[in-house]
């Protein structure tokens, strides 16, 4: 099970934080992805990090802007976005995939958390 905090409304340029706390130790075995859908647009990842933390994937959208990280210790995932655009403007989600390496495709995430809005003001 997992659970997102975080979210909420901002102005363009802001910054936020995602976690996404998991209830199992097996947190640790897998992949963590954030994605997120905007109203009338299909699901999207923006962030992807193996088992580890030491790999991570980043569509061109967000790359620089953008950070997943994770803490082991304590079943947490991270995203942290910086320098937010209106078209940033969406519900975001964390997910975790029985494997060790980053994956983009959300068809092979098993465990999804809640979503969370986020709105971007111009």
């Known amino acids: 099970q997992l659970q997102a905090y975080g979210g909420g409304l901002v102005q363009a340029g802001d910054s936020l934080r995602f976690s996404c706390v998991a209830s199992?130790?097996?947190?640790?075995?897998?992949?963590i992805g954030w994605f997120r859908q905007a109203p009338g647009k299909e699901r999207e990842l923006v962030a992807a990090t193996d088992s580890s933390g030491r790999a991570t994937y980043y569509p061109e959208s967000v790359e620089g802007r953008f950070t997943i990280s994770r803490n082991n210790a304590v079943y947490t995932a991270y995203l942290q976005m910086d320098n937010l655009r209106p078209e940033d403007t969406a519900v975001y989600s964390c997910?975790?995939?029985?494997?060790?390496?980053?994956?983009?495709?959300?068809?092979?995430?098993?465990?999804w958390g809640q979503g969370t809005l986020v709105t971007v003001s111009s």
């Open positions: 199992e130790d097996t947190f640790i075995n897998y992949a």
């Open positions: 997910a975790a995939s029985a494997g060790t390496v980053p994956v983009r495709s959300s068809r092979y995430y098993g465990y």
